[in-house]
């Protein structure tokens, strides 16, 4: 089945300690994305891709970093800097001649 | 720059009574429009999306949207409510779309619509 995976699904974090969150799709998209969740304020663009070895800052990236070194895989990282990082993260693609995005199940991080 | 409203965050109807979520946009060119629900803790599915041509949009679970430009809406309806309906619903716009395929969304702060019985 194709799809995009999130990993873990709930990750607890101690204050100062750098966090990675995994995304893989498997649907051949180029453009990867990662969101923020956060109750009553819809989903804020963190970082974007839009093809292997490129990707943009969003709205939000204070406090993030990312890579993307294969297609299929965009990981997020979650750095001390970020001052409020407890919030549900999204992970989503897109490609080809469709317009939507497609999202994977998420990972709820709590810091301690 | 664009920019999406919702109006109002919780919404509340009886089962088989009629769904209507409001959504207004701003987008400097032709948007692209978005409607996707959201179960609690998981990601979003995707409901239904306008692009070009017919403004009545159909999509899954009896849902329906119309893009009417001279009013900004894409207001999603469905005529009668099932308990199964309830969930978060988010409206996005998309006016950067990017050569590759692909598109920078911009979503509103979400619906919360309760079904009783």
């Known amino acids: 089945d194709g799809g995009i995976t999130q990993s873990p699904k709930y990750l607890f974090r101690k204050e100062g300690q750098n966090v990675t969150l995994s995304c893989e799709q498997n649907?051949?998209?180029?453009?990867m994305y990662w969101y923020r969740q956060d109750p009553g304020q819809g989903l804020r663009l963190i970082y974007y891709?839009?093809?292997?070895?490129?990707?943009q800052k969003g709205d939000i990236a204070e406090g993030y970093s990312v890579s993307r070194e294969k297609k299929e895989s965009f990981p997020l990282t979650v750095t001390s800097a970020q001052k409020n990082p407890t919030a549900f993260y999204l992970c989503?693609?897109?490609?080809?001649?469709?317009?939507?995005?497609?999202f994977g199940p998420g990972t709820r991080l709590t810091v301690l | 720059a664009q920019s999406v409203t919702q109006l109002g965050s919780h919404v509340s109807v009886s089962e088989g009574a009629l769904v209507l979520l409001r959504c207004n946009y701003s987008?400097?060119?032709?948007?692209?429009l978005f409607w996707y629900v959201q179960y609690p803790n998981q990601g979003l599915q995707l409901l239904l999306k306008?692009?070009?041509?017919?403004?009545l949009v159909k999509g899954i679970n009896g849902f329906e949207a119309e893009f009417k430009k001279s009013e900004t809406s894409f207001h999603l309806t469905k005529p009668s409510a099932h308990m199964s309906d309830a969930a978060e619903y988010f409206c996005?716009?998309?006016?950067?779309?990017?050569?590759?395929?692909?598109?920078?969304?911009?979503f509103g702060t979400g619906t919360q619509l309760k079904v009783e019985l």
């Open positions: 989503a693609s897109s490609g080809g001649q469709l317009n939507e995005q497609f």
């Open positions: 649907l051949n998209h180029d453009a």
């Open positions: 891709s839009q093809i292997v070895n490129d990707f």
């Open positions: 987008s400097s060119v032709p948007p692209y």
């Open positions: 306008y692009t070009t041509g017919a403004t």
């Open positions: 996005a716009v998309s006016d950067d779309r990017f050569t590759g395929g692909g598109n920078k969304l911009t």
